[in-house]
């Protein structure tokens, strides 16, 4: 489980060590002491597991350090499935049983609700998926090689702009997997091969779609070649160019042209730029959590604070008397009046606003209501708590993808009178140190 130290320094004095772990951290990293004191954080050791281990940076309170040789293994260690593992930055534990994953987060977020709040959280439910082919959007890097004289395409080392040329991965759904070395190939072959920022792909509900980012205009083969390519595999391709940013359709093989994906009955669609949640299983049950939290009544009036483009907003009017969904980017907002429209949903507003910013003046923070949600981005919602404290809702639902946040905001709220009733951990990128969050706090009636 986590462990958290502040120790006085005290100087390592050899950089060829033998040592035990003794915990494991949430970024993937064996952790142990050394003379009892100086602390180590050990990349690829875990809990358990005594290695030889040479010293690669020193600071005043801490070292770290890379294994020599492992001189045993624990139980939950397991063989990497992705032959980049250790290499590509984009998972850190898939030499990780996934029960210990999950442990290491759990414990870091009841330590941080502890220490924040004092609020005791304990055998946290986890909601989780696949461990493998789970993620349906990517964006690869783009790196040509004059030596080799050729395009590279794959995702950054760690702690390097290196990008590693993936041949495989198994983190992306089969559909993305399989793809990749055909659009390598395909970029290759373009005239603007040494001018090319990015490919994105991403898989929804009407299929696949690719968004290339190029840095210099195209020429009229390249973009043939382009539309040759995306009838062959069935694809919607888009460019994006380097002055206006903006999506350039320049073949579309579905009937439909608008990607969308569903959920609770929804369909939305979205600008292929748009964020929308990596994971689509665990979307799903977010969403179903969220709505049973919210414990939906037909004379509810429901608030979704950092709403995007409705993906919890308009499942949540399916249940309700009114919802109104509030978000600073314009084309969001604008997306989910669409989304809105084309669902035949006529109990949902969208308004944009800056919720870091006095909202007392916005004419939907005139309304009452008695249920909110809200999904910040990292940076966490601490300049709208008060006036959702205002509200006085019943229920407050939070959706937190930085723990750090979450408990900072929380602790406004139970400063109000609001009592934690639950937390869940979303394993929204299994193999991943990212550690996602939802909560539950209702109204003390009695206050």
């Avoid at 320094?9 to 970024?27: G, P, Y």
């Avoid at 359709?249 to 579905?254: E, N």
């Avoid at 037909?298 to 950092?306: A, E, G, I, M, N």
Wanted: hydrophobic content about 40%; aromatic content about 8%.
């Amino acid at each position: 489980m986590v462990q958290f130290y502040s120790s006085k320094q005290r100087k390592v004095k050899s950089d060829n060590l033998t040592i035990i772990a003794e915990s494991f951290d949430v970024k993937g990293k064996g952790v142990a002491h050394y003379q009892g004191k100086i602390i180590i954080f050990i990349t690829d050791l875990l809990p358990g597991e005594q290695a030889q281990i040479q010293l690669k940076e020193e600071k005043r309170q801490f070292a770290k350090a890379k294994v020599s040789k492992r001189l045993t293994d624990s139980l939950d260690r397991v063989p990497p499935l992705c032959r980049h593992f250790g290499i590509c930055s984009g998972c850190q534990q898939q030499h990780v049983m996934p029960a210990l994953q999950h442990a290491v987060k759990i414990s870091r977020l009841e330590y941080l609700f502890q220490r924040e709040t004092g609020s005791a959280v304990k055998s946290l439910p986890v909601i989780a998926g696949s461990e493998y082919g789970d993620r349906r959007r990517a964006r690869f890097g783009l790196q040509y090689q004059p030596a080799e004289r050729r395009l590279r395409m794959g995702f950054r080392q760690s702690q390097s702009n290196v990008l590693v040329e993936l041949k495989m991965c198994p983190v992306l759904r089969p559909e993305l997997e399989k793809l990749s070395l055909p659009v390598a190939d395909c970029l290759n072959k373009l005239a603007a091969v040494k001018h090319l920022g990015y490919v994105e792909l991403v898989n929804v509900d009407n299929g696949v779609s690719v968004i290339l980012r190029h840095l210099k205009p195209l020429t009229t083969n390249d973009k043939i070649l382009l539309t040759a390519f995306a009838r062959r595999y069935n694809l919607n391709v888009y460019l994006v160019d380097n002055s206006a940013n903006r999506l350039k359709l320049v073949s579309l093989a579905s009937n439909d042209s608008e990607s969308y994906y569903s959920i609770e009955n929804v369909k939305l669609t979205f600008d292929p730029q748009n964020f929308i949640q990596v994971n689509p299983e665990i979307n799903r049950k977010m969403v179903a959590q969220a709505l049973d939290w919210l414990a939906l009544e037909p004379q509810d009036r429901v608030l979704d604070l950092f709403c995007g483009m409705g993906n919890f907003t308009l499942p949540i009017a399916r249940h309700v008397n009114a919802v109104v969904g509030v978000e600073g980017v314009a084309e969001l907002v604008a997306q989910g009046r669409y989304n809105a429209s084309l669902n035949q949903l006529t109990n949902v507003e969208f308004y944009q606003a800056d919720l870091e910013f006095d909202i007392d003046c916005q004419p939907w923070a005139k309304i009452g209501f008695n249920k909110i949600l809200l999904d910040p981005e990292r940076a966490g919602a601490m300049g709208v708590m008060p006036h959702i404290i205002k509200f006085k809702p019943e229920r407050v639902v939070y959706i937190s993808c930085n723990p750090t946040t979450l408990v900072k905001d929380s602790q406004q709220l139970l400063t109000a009178g609001y009592q934690l009733m639950s937390v869940r951990m979303l394993v929204m990128f299994p193999h991943n140190s990212h550690l996602g969050s939802m909560a539950l706090f209702c109204r003390d009636l009695s206050k």
